[in-house]
């Protein structure tokens, strides 16, 4: 019985190496596109990843100019990458990349996701400087500081004379 599982394990393990080595060998076509980081702010750079990508290409998006997508030396899965940087106009939202590889081209759909810039609430970073309101406030501050300073001055005086 033991001899048997230990067949049978072993005969799928051979199973799995035979399926595998094949498409491992057959990658001329671009495959597996990684995009880092998959939410970024406008005028960020993405590093962009493709499998099977031998000889370097082009990556393109309606979010960033075509990049020229160069060959890493010494990698196993024939491996080409590049940077790209996200344009200071782009919309907020998800967009595709696609890659051009010796003339075979791929599509990931909603491979990365644009943010816009962030809205705080009151004192946000909407206005530059001081806004008539802060200036009012600011005022009235330094207003009651003074006759709260002067008011605690005016009664030290009376208690000498006491």
């Not at 309101?133 to 605690?152: H, N, P, Q, S």
Request: glycine letters at 16%; a positive charge; one cysteine or more.
């Amino acid at each position: 019985m033991r001899n048997t599982r230990a067949l049978a394990v072993a005969g799928a393990a051979v199973a799995a190496l035979g399926l595998s080595a094949p498409a491992a060998v057959a990658w001329d076509t671009p495959s597996n596109i990684v995009v880092l980081p998959s939410v970024i702010a406008r005028g960020g750079q993405l590093t962009i990843t493709v499998d099977g990508c031998r000889h370097g290409g082009t990556a393109t998006s309606n979010a960033f100019s075509p990049t020229k997508l160069s060959p890493v030396h010494g990698s196993s899965r024939e491996t080409a990458r590049g940077t790209a940087t996200i344009n200071s106009n782009a919309r907020p939202g998800p967009y595709d990349i696609t890659v051009n590889c010796s003339g075979k081209r791929m599509t990931k759909p909603q491979a990365f996701t644009v943010i816009g810039g962030v809205r705080g609430g009151i004192g946000g970073s909407s206005t530059t400087g001081a806004t008539p309101t802060d200036m009012a406030i600011g005022g009235g501050l330094v207003a009651a500081a003074v006759g709260g300073g002067g008011v605690f001055w005016m009664r030290r005086r009376a208690e000498r004379r006491i």
